[in-house]
């Protein structure tokens, strides 16, 4: 395999991960039975805040738990809006997500002070695995890559032990499908749904961090780019199973490793028209799931507040 289509490959791991991260979070938020359609503007909180941390101390690690802290706190207020007020779960995640635009933006312009993409830190750097890096074909793609790379992939199955193998993933499921079957057997639904949006929105804050710590290392307004978006629309295509999801993800990935490898091949053709590729990859991902898959699968009490005091 040549040397650009080993580079290619590489770039859809790298790119896929941000995407990939949010998309877990998403998942296990989800099957306990909260929808937050904020994952935009946590991503925007973390990638800032990332930002800024190793902008104040040089350290890296800083900046991923400080998006990490971040999100978690996101995802406490989502929690509290969308649990404990019982306000709908769709208007409480779009008022995340411009949350998370106004806030990181303001503070980039007030109180960095700074312009925009014009100041560089020093970020997460690639990890050349020992042996395994030297695997033909494999090496050069998985294990050439940064920890938050490595972090993401082996989330994957652990996410998807805990969620379908594990009594914590049973009563997580059983909240999500039917949470006052497992209120009466002893669960404590509202605790298990704050714990799950928590650690959800800490996933996708971390995963913002990503773009600003991993990868650009630099900070530049709605450096997210949709990739939010593209997170939730990879739970739906994945039907938020975590290993279905990565396919998804290494889907868009492709799709942006595709769109820089076709600029920098120098092809005549419009760069506006080349980032409009993920977007339409969107949108057939969406037609496909409605027209293939046409059934929904989501948890029956995705979205449902419960209270209590419901039971009879």
């Given at each position: 395999?040549?040397?650009p289509?080993l580079a290619?490959?590489?770039?859809?791991?790298?790119?896929?991960?941000?995407?990939?991260?949010?998309?877990?979070?998403?998942?296990?938020?989800?099957?306990?039975g909260?929808?937050?359609l904020?994952?935009?503007?946590?991503?925007?909180?973390g990638?800032?805040?990332?930002?800024?941390?190793?902008?104040?101390?040089?350290?890296?690690a800083?900046?991923?738990?400080?998006?990490?802290?971040?999100?978690?706190?996101?995802?406490?207020?989502?929690?509290?809006?969308?649990?404990?007020?019982?306000?709908?779960?769709v208007?409480?995640?779009?008022?995340?997500?411009?949350?998370?635009?106004?806030?990181?933006?303001?503070?980039?312009?007030k109180?960095?002070?700074?312009?925009?993409?014009?100041?560089?830190?020093?970020?997460?750097?690639?990890?050349?695995?020992?042996?395994?890096?030297?695997?033909?074909?494999?090496g050069?793609?998985?294990?050439?890559?940064?920890?938050?790379?490595?972090?993401?992939?082996?989330?994957?199955?652990?996410?998807?032990?805990?969620?379908?193998?594990?009594?914590?993933?049973?009563?997580?499921r059983?909240?999500?499908?039917?949470?006052?079957?497992?209120?009466?057997?002893?669960?404590?639904?509202?605790?298990?749904?704050?714990?799950?949006?928590?650690?959800?929105?800490?996933?996708?804050?971390?995963?913002g961090?990503?773009?600003?710590?991993?990868r650009?290392?630099?900070?530049?307004?709605?450096v997210?780019?949709?990739?939010?978006?593209?997170?939730?629309?990879?739970?739906?295509?994945?039907?938020?199973?975590?290993?279905?999801?990565?396919?998804?993800?290494?889907?868009?990935?492709?799709v942006?490793?595709?769109?820089?490898?076709?600029?920098?091949?120098g092809?005549?053709?419009?760069?506006?028209?080349?980032?409009?590729?993920?977007?339409?990859?969107t949108?057939?991902s969406?037609?496909?799931?409605?027209?293939?898959?046409r059934?929904?699968?989501?948890?029956?009490?995705?979205?449902?507040?419960?209270?209590r005091?419901?039971?009879?």
């Open positions: 395999m040549t040397e289509v290619l490959l590489a770039a859809t791991i790298e790119l896929s991960t941000p995407i990939l991260l949010a998309a877990l979070g998403e998942i296990v938020a989800e099957r306990a909260v929808m937050n904020g994952i935009e503007g946590i991503m925007l909180v990638a800032f805040f990332g930002f800024w941390a190793v902008y104040a101390t040089g350290v890296p800083w900046g991923l738990f400080a998006a990490l802290l971040l999100g978690g706190l996101l995802g406490l207020l989502m929690s509290f809006l969308s649990i404990s007020l019982r306000a709908d779960q208007v409480s995640g779009l008022s995340l997500w411009i949350l998370g635009i106004g806030l990181s933006t303001y503070l980039s312009r109180v960095l002070g700074i312009v925009p993409g014009g100041v560089m830190i020093n970020g997460l750097k690639p990890i050349h695995v020992p042996v395994f890096g030297e695997i033909p074909l494999l050069p793609v998985f294990f050439r890559q940064n920890i938050l790379v490595y972090f993401t992939l082996a989330l994957v199955p652990l996410t998807w032990f805990i969620l379908f193998r594990t009594k914590i993933g049973l009563k997580v059983s909240i999500g499908e039917a949470p006052r079957v497992a209120d009466t057997l002893g669960i404590n639904v509202l605790r298990f749904r704050y714990i799950c949006v928590i650690i959800g929105s800490a996933l996708a804050g971390l995963a961090s990503y773009l600003t710590v991993g650009l290392y630099t900070w530049v307004e709605e997210t780019a949709g990739r939010g978006w593209l997170a939730i629309v990879v739970v739906l295509f994945g039907r938020r199973d975590p290993a279905k999801a990565l396919l998804g993800a290494w889907l868009f990935g492709g942006y490793a595709f769109q820089y490898y076709v600029q920098a091949m092809v005549g053709i419009p760069y506006q028209l080349l980032l409009m590729l993920p977007y339409l990859v949108a057939g969406l037609v496909a799931v409605t027209i293939i898959l059934r929904e699968e989501a948890p029956a009490a995705l979205g449902v507040p419960y209270t005091e419901e039971q009879t």
